[in-house]
């Protein structure tokens, strides 16, 4: 028999959430109340520690492998073996190892749903998610053992797992178009080992020290390297594609107000969220907004177009969710599939901030109002990391292609111009931001526009509106299309 053993140390880039029970936590009188919150909690291990199951761990890199197959154009890669990990009719060769984390690894993040027709919070749409803080390190393991028949086929199955380790696309986890769950492979440090176990003395030997790597038999090559297969006279696969054709968008942008995206009160303190000593930008907050702009646009030119549209009127979020147009709720998602578009936290160089006093006045007498004192905390550093709006475009042709480009083009055009804030307090003055640097790149075309001043904001958005116009008029391949002609056309792979 050979045995195996690779243990993976790696680091956390961002917040990791793996779903366990969900508890609805009552901020109403009653259970019934319609604006209780949920409470995702992190899945944890016995005595309540955090803990990141085995199953997911080896889902994750059943998903990643299967995308690696099926980005190979044809030519057989065999990146994922489904003999090798088991199915309904053969148990897997590799086992993978719970993860137990520290308690003081977990923290809650906030966060609510916004109604597109009132612009307020939505009933029944605050939540709360536990999750692994950004910057934690663990060890994953990885164990086989294998006939000699076998082992060629779990040594390959090794070596993808360290290659996939490798891969800064690899994430763990929910909520990844979000930018959750991502690990800094630069960090990964590995260890393999491989015992050959054929006689009594070799068993006894890998007893007594398969937890001891000087003693074991470690190989001294990084399993994620060509040397895992060349130093068993194997040849090394293929390398991997770079991924499917995607459109991005990088947004440089700096805030002109404060920037306030609510964390947990503290007492009657409304302070920005952080991640560790840094003011955050959350994705969740980004593509919201992103997405409830967009949703805007795509209705007025379908109305426009003379197109009927579902009345949003006394609707529940989820309803305008799912009855978005139907490029939105591709781009976006919706309750019945995932969107193609993933937005990543931003983050500012600091954690700067400008305590702000209000209080409510009386309708009747003018006066103060009784306990209505609060304070807010919005940020206001000037340096923050560029937005980058990443959307895979495999299987989408080169008309919708230009749609999705149009129509995420547009939004930004908005944000540029000064109408679209990001973040809480809108209508408060905070949420403004200036534009300076717009890049894309996509299987379309590409280009940059750099804001010519710093109170260029209508200038700026003409010149991304020129260049949509430039890169979105009807493909050769479909002349007398528009773009437009797909926002209300389901796609279908």
Same mark, same amino acid.
């Given at each position: 028999m050979i045995r195996y053993r690779l243990q993976a140390t790696i680091t956390l880039a961002t917040a990791l959430h793996i779903g366990g029970l969900d508890d609805r936590a009552v901020v109403g009188a009653q259970d019934t109340d319609p604006d209780c919150q949920v409470v995702s909690q992190t899945r944890s291990a016995g005595g309540g520690l955090p803990l990141i199951p085995g199953s997911s761990i080896a889902g994750a890199i059943a998903a990643f492998l299967k995308a690696r197959d099926a980005e190979s154009l044809g030519v057989a890669t065999n990146c994922w073996d489904t003999e090798v990990w088991g199915s309904v009719d053969r148990a897997s060769a590799i086992q993978v190892d719970d993860v137990v984390l520290p308690a003081q690894a977990i923290t809650t993040i906030q966060g609510n749903g916004i109604n597109r027709t009132t612009g307020t919070a939505a009933p029944g749409s605050l939540f709360r998610h536990e999750v692994v803080e950004a910057g934690t390190r663990c060890t994953l393991t990885f164990t086989a053992t294998a006939s000699a028949a076998w082992a060629s086929r779990v040594h390959d199955q090794i070596g993808q797992i360290a290659r996939a380790l490798r891969d800064p696309r690899f994430t763990l986890g929910a909520r990844s178009n979000i930018g959750w769950g991502r690990i800094d492979s630069t960090l990964t440090t590995l260890q393999v080992s491989r015992w050959d176990t054929a006689n009594l003395a070799a068993l006894g030997h890998y007893v007594e020290h398969r937890f001891d790597w000087p003693a074991?038999? &470690?190989? !001294?090559?990084? !399993?994620?390297?060509?040397?895992?297969?060349?130093?068993?006279?194997?040849?090394?696969?293929?390398?991997?594609?770079?991924?499917?054709?995607?459109?991005?968008?990088?947004?440089?942008?700096?805030?002109?107000?404060?920037?306030?995206?609510?964390?947990?009160?503290?007492?009657?303190?409304?302070?920005?969220?952080?991640?560790?000593?840094?003011?955050?930008?959350?994705?969740?907050?980004?593509?919201?907004?992103?997405?409830?702009? =967009?949703? &805007?646009?795509?209705?007025?030119?379908?109305? =426009?177009?003379?197109?009927?549209?579902?009345?949003?009127?006394?609707?529940?979020?989820? #309803?305008?969710?799912?009855? #978005?147009?139907?490029?939105?709720?591709?781009?976006?998602?919706?309750?019945?599939?995932?969107? &193609?578009?993933?937005?990543?936290?931003? &983050?500012?160089?600091?954690?700067?901030?400008?305590?702000?006093?209000?209080?409510?006045?009386?309708?009747?007498?003018?006066?103060?109002?009784?306990?209505?004192?609060?304070?807010?905390?919005?940020a206001v550093d000037?340096?923050?990391?560029?937005?980058?709006?990443?959307?895979?475009?495999?299987?989408?042709?080169?008309?919708?292609?230009?749609?999705?480009?149009a129509l995420l083009g547009l939004t930004l055009s908005e944000l540029a111009n000064g109408t679209l804030r990001l973040g809480g307090h809108g209508n408060r003055g905070l949420g403004q931001v200036r534009v300076i640097d717009v890049a894309l790149d996509s299987p379309v075309g590409t280009f940059r526009v750099v804001s010519p001043g710093q109170d260029a904001h209508e200038q700026m958005s003409r010149q991304i509106l020129a260049q949509l116009a430039r890169l979105c008029h009807p493909a050769e391949s479909a002349p007398g299309r528009s773009w437009a002609d797909v926002l209300d056309q389901e796609h279908t792979t």
């Open positions: 074991g038999q &470690r190989r !001294p090559k990084d !399993p994620s390297t060509d040397a895992w297969w060349t130093d068993v006279g194997k040849p090394p696969p293929r390398p991997w594609v770079t991924g499917p054709p995607r459109i991005r968008f990088t947004v440089a942008w700096r805030p002109i107000t404060g920037l306030l995206v609510a964390d947990e009160a503290d007492g009657n303190l409304v302070a920005s969220r952080k991640a560790g000593t840094q003011h955050v930008l959350p994705g969740t907050a980004i593509r919201g907004a992103l997405r409830s702009r =967009a949703s &805007r646009i795509a209705r007025t030119i379908l109305a =426009a177009r003379g197109r009927a549209l579902p009345d949003w009127t006394g609707s529940t979020l989820v #309803d305008q969710v799912a009855t #978005d147009p139907p490029l939105v709720r591709l781009i976006f998602g919706s309750t019945q599939h995932r969107g &193609r578009l993933t937005v990543s936290d931003a &983050r500012a160089q600091g954690g700067k901030t400008r305590e702000q006093h209000h209080n409510s006045i009386d309708r009747w007498s003018g006066a103060t109002t009784e306990g209505h004192l609060w304070r807010t905390a919005p000037r340096q923050w990391e560029p937005l980058v709006l990443d959307l895979d475009a495999s299987g989408l042709d080169d008309t919708r292609q230009r749609a999705v480009l």
